[in-house]
């Protein structure tokens, strides 16, 4: 079953160059099918780039998803053609009136911040809480899972001495939950921060399940037990390359970034990167589409509490 996306997304040619099955709104209309509907809250600053990678991954799957994105009305966004973003992107004032299967919340270059110094916090804030009761699960990712856990169970976040950058080892805590039902002993997924969250802060919260980690990594995914909010603290979606282009871009700006481990052949920049995660990140993505939206959201999305 292919992804539907709005009719001129640019999106739409980078996935069929992929051999990726998409379809256009317009044709979708014509189907007597209910597709999932996905909310995506895009606070990166390349949107386009992560609207990529994000549709990448939802596509890989038996299940028709409707997709519509927005953006923090209360943050101006320099890094993306404004024609782009009033083409594709609503404020959330457009559709806090609505509900919908899935919801996903990307990272954000803000994490070095306290979280109530972020420009968009309470708009974020209130997002968050409409969430509660408009989507039936949300998957925050990266600075937004941070941000998660410390709205919805006060837990905080720690700079780290040095940056975690590369792909890690991760192994699964507890395989009868669904999410990670495929997962390998050991999966690799990549990350990139400058914060953490601890498991000393987690462990005690009956809500929720640390349920992958890594040794040199740390916490990468969190669950609540009803599976309505899914913590990963990782990139998963991140393209062969975003993790080289983001060493040099820190290089370039004088930053002298921690060269990306486990990712350059002999830890050489001038090489490919290997890759190792892609065939995790599609089994997460698909875990969460089969099993915490299509099989769990009721077919009346009203009926969402």
């Known amino acids: 079953m292919p992804i539907k996306i709005q009719d001129g997304l640019p999106a739409i040619r980078v996935l069929e160059e992929e051999n990726i099955f998409i379809i256009p709104e317009s044709q979708a209309l014509h189907q007597d099918i209910r597709p999932l509907k996905i909310l995506i809250l895009n606070l990166m600053p390349l949107k386009i780039v992560t609207e990529n990678q994000i549709l990448r991954m939802l596509s890989n799957t038996p299940l028709q998803c409707e997709v ?69 699960s949300t998957l925050f990712i990266c600075w937004a899972a941070q941000a998660g856990l410390y709205y919805h169970y006060g837990i905080p976040k720690y700079p780290v001495a040095e940056k975690i950058s590369g792909v890690y080892s991760h192994t699964v805590a507890d395989r009868h939950i669904p999410l990670v039902r495929g997962f390998d002993d050991r999966f690799f997924a990549p990350h990139s921060r400058h914060t953490e969250i601890r498991r000393e802060d987690i462990k005690d919260k009956t809500d929720l399940i640390i349920l992958a980690e890594s040794e040199a990594a740390g916490i990468y995914i969190v669950i609540s037990r009803d599976g309505r909010r899914i913590f990963v603290t990782g990139h998963s979606e991140y393209d062969p ?65």
Not at 77 to 95: D, G, I, M
Not at 97 to 115: L, N, Q
Not at 245 to 252: A, I, N, S
């Open 68 to 136: 519509e994105l927005i953006r923090p009305a209360s943050h101006d966004s320099k890094n993306t053609p404004r024609e782009h973003l009033e083409a594709f992107y609503q404020n959330f004032s457009e559709v806090k009136g609505k509900k919908y299967d899935g919801f996903i919340i990307t990272g954000a270059p803000v994490e070095t911040m306290e979280f109530e110094d972020v420009d968009y916090w309470p708009e974020l804030a209130e997002i968050m809480e409409w969430a509660k009761h408009n989507v039936y």
């Open 241 to 305: 390359l975003t993790l080289r282009d983001e060493y040099l871009r820190d290089m370039k700006r004088g930053d002298s970034p921690p060269l990306p481990r486990n990712y350059f052949p002999e830890d050489d920049p001038s090489q490919p990167p290997i890759i190792r995660w892609r065939g995790h990140a599609h089994l997460l993505y698909s875990n969460w589409l089969n099993y915490y939206v299509y099989q769990a959201t009721p077919f009346n999305l009203e009926s969402i509490q």
